[in-house]
């Protein structure tokens, strides 16, 4: 038996599988379709993926799903956030980012109107990703907390001319302190699309799944040239 600290549902699915995270960290796809098996026909073993590189022993905090790449899913640990691709065959995320230090994380989120740029925020306030900006750290954080945040959510509504500008997008936050629920409007430039931003963090994650390959090949290979000395020495 495994507890679970999130699921995760696509809008409209019609398939009875869905992804969810446990509460040691691992990630994993379920299938309710699954039929009981055995004698007793009561045990079923409904978990068709498990994913555990990032198993903290801690539950996630946030599972989300990107709304401009439906194949593209984050979790949010304590310290750090991943983001994985479901249709790849592989243990481990396509991106894992540098750790929080001095607060942890408490939530996150991808941007529903920016394709690179992520909300994660933490005990102390909210550090934002923009992948179009940079990879290896936040680009911005924003200290309008203070109190730690346990839950947001966004609302954006879109420019009536239909130019593909959005007029105003708030963030509604909630803090763990006094139990307050707060409303911040979201600036501009990380509610308004660059140019081309979709390709270009399509790119980007796709440069990043050519590393994770490149990797795990060179591992093998150093694995195969030290045992090939280790046999020398013999």
């Given at each position: 038996?495994?507890?679970?600290?999130?699921?995760l549902?696509?809008?409209?699915q019609?398939?009875?599988?869905?992804f969810?995270?446990?509460d040691?960290?691992?990630?994993?796809?379920?299938?309710?379709?699954?039929k009981?098996i055995?004698?007793?026909?009561?045990n079923a073993e409904?978990i068709?993926?498990?994913?555990?590189c990032e198993?903290n022993y801690?539950p996630?905090?946030?599972?989300?799903?990107?709304?401009?790449?439906?194949?593209?899913?984050?979790t949010v640990?304590?310290?750090?956030?991943?983001?994985?691709?479901?249709?790849l065959?592989?243990?481990?995320?396509?991106?894992?980012?540098?750790n929080?230090?001095?607060?942890?994380?408490?939530?996150g989120?991808?941007s529903?109107?920016r394709?690179?740029v992520?909300?994660i925020?933490?005990t102390?306030?909210?550090?934002?990703?923009?992948?179009v900006?940079?990879?290896n750290?936040?680009?911005?954080?924003l200290?309008?907390?203070t109190?730690?945040?346990?839950?947001f959510k966004?609302?954006?509504?879109p420019?009536?001319?239909?130019?593909g500008k959005?007029?105003?997008?708030?963030m509604?936050?909630?803090d763990?302190?006094?139990?307050t629920?707060?409303?911040?409007e979201?600036?501009n430039?990380?509610r308004n699309?660059?140019?081309?931003e979709v390709e270009?963090?399509?790119a980007?994650f796709?440069?990043?799944?050519?590393?994770c390959e490149f990797?795990?090949?060179?591992?093998?290979?150093?694995r195969?040239?030290?045992?090939t000395?280790?046999?020398?020495?013999?």
């Amino acid at each position: 038996e495994v507890g679970l600290s999130r699921v995760l549902f696509q809008k409209s699915q019609e398939t009875p599988t869905f992804f969810a995270s446990s509460d040691e960290g691992d990630l994993f796809m379920i299938d309710w379709a699954v039929k009981p098996i055995g004698e007793d026909q009561k045990n079923a073993e409904f978990i068709r993926m498990t994913k555990d590189c990032e198993r903290n022993y801690r539950p996630v905090v946030a599972l989300e799903r990107s709304p401009f790449f439906e194949e593209l899913i984050m979790t949010v640990h304590d310290f750090h956030f991943a983001i994985w691709k479901t249709q790849l065959d592989q243990e481990t995320p396509i991106y894992r980012s540098a750790n929080t230090f001095e607060s942890h994380n408490t939530c996150g989120a991808f941007s529903p109107t920016r394709p690179g740029v992520i909300f994660i925020t933490k005990t102390n306030g909210i550090d934002v990703w923009d992948f179009v900006d940079q990879s290896n750290k936040p680009s911005l954080t924003l200290n309008i907390a203070t109190n730690p945040i346990t839950t947001f959510k966004f609302q954006h509504i879109p420019d009536p001319t239909g130019k593909g500008k959005h007029r105003t997008q708030y963030m509604a936050y909630g803090d763990k302190g006094e139990g307050t629920l707060y409303l911040y409007e979201v600036p501009n430039n990380l509610r308004n699309a660059q140019d081309n931003e979709v390709e270009t963090i399509k790119a980007f994650f796709d440069k990043e799944i050519e590393k994770c390959e490149f990797i795990r090949t060179r591992r093998v290979t150093m694995r195969e040239e030290w045992d090939t000395k280790e046999r020398q020495k013999m």
